[in-house]
């Protein structure tokens, strides 16, 4: 199972605010920087925030990301139809000197 | 634009070989660290392996540790995965993706994806 947890599946209204929690440890999310990705079916992954709460160009602020202590939070705001996908955290492992990904949530609007 | 492109996916038996390769350009590929990432059906994403830009320092994942090798051929632009033993739990799609690293690292850019099936 994955080393990061997060809820299975999150939904709301279009229009309203999803919140989507990932939770680690002290040897990853505790001391090192997370990611965001959203995975529409079929396709690879798209980076969403990275740094905690940073965005790429051409990222719309509706998204947005945080961290406190060993969990980070993607936000999403304003949800659209089109926002309906897979949304995984990822950070580094310092124990494990790899990658970890969160276990995936799918976000539904109703 | 940066543009990456796996090849060489497909069916294998349980204990056979498969190499992966992964088609670089848009930037200066030795420069960075290179990642393969897979998704096994239905699952989600779990990072498996990361190379250096000169191809020095390696890592893995645990669960292919000793029988997957990463490598790297920066005058061709490419990365490879060679895997070895593969087990039925290797069935995935395979991403390749640029490591970008800022305060911490992270995935920018992800090729289409390879599938990879081992079954008999």
């Known amino acids: 199972q994955s080393v990061l947890t997060q809820p299975p599946s999150v939904s709301a209204a279009p229009g309203q605010k999803v919140t989507i929690s990932c939770s680690g440890s002290s040897s990853n999310i505790g001391n090192n920087y997370v990611s965001w990705y959203q995975q529409l079916p079929g396709t690879a992954p798209k980076l969403l925030t990275y740094d905690n709460n940073k965005r790429p160009s051409g990222i719309p602020d509706r998204f947005s990301g945080s961290k406190s202590g060993t969990s980070a939070t993607l936000d999403i705001t304003g949800l659209q139809t089109g926002d309906e996908a897979d949304y995984y955290c990822g950070t580094w492992d310092t124990s494990l000197s790899a990658g970890v990904f969160g276990s995936g949530t799918k976000v539904t609007a109703l | 634009q940066v543009q990456l492109v796996e090849s060489g996916g497909g069916l294998v038996k349980p204990g056979g070989s498969l190499r992966l390769s992964c088609a670089a350009s848009?930037?200066?590929?030795?420069?960075?660290?290179m990642t393969w990432v897979r998704q096994a059906p239905g699952k989600g994403l779990e990072w498996v392996s990361d190379?250096?830009?000169?191809?020095?320092?390696?890592r893995y994942a645990d669960s292919v540790k000793g029988r997957f090798s990463i490598s790297r051929d920066n005058a061709r632009n490419s990365l490879y995965l060679q895997m070895n033993s593969l087990r039925a739990e290797d069935t995935a799609v395979y991403y390749c993706?640029?490591?970008?690293?800022?305060?911490?690292?992270?995935?920018?850019?992800w090729g289409q994806g390879t599938t990879v099936t081992v079954s008999s």
């Open positions: 993706a640029r490591a970008d690293y800022s305060s911490g690292t992270y995935y920018h850019h």
């Open positions: 848009g930037f200066t590929f030795s420069d960075y660290y």
């Open positions: 190379l250096s830009g000169g191809g020095t320092y390696t």
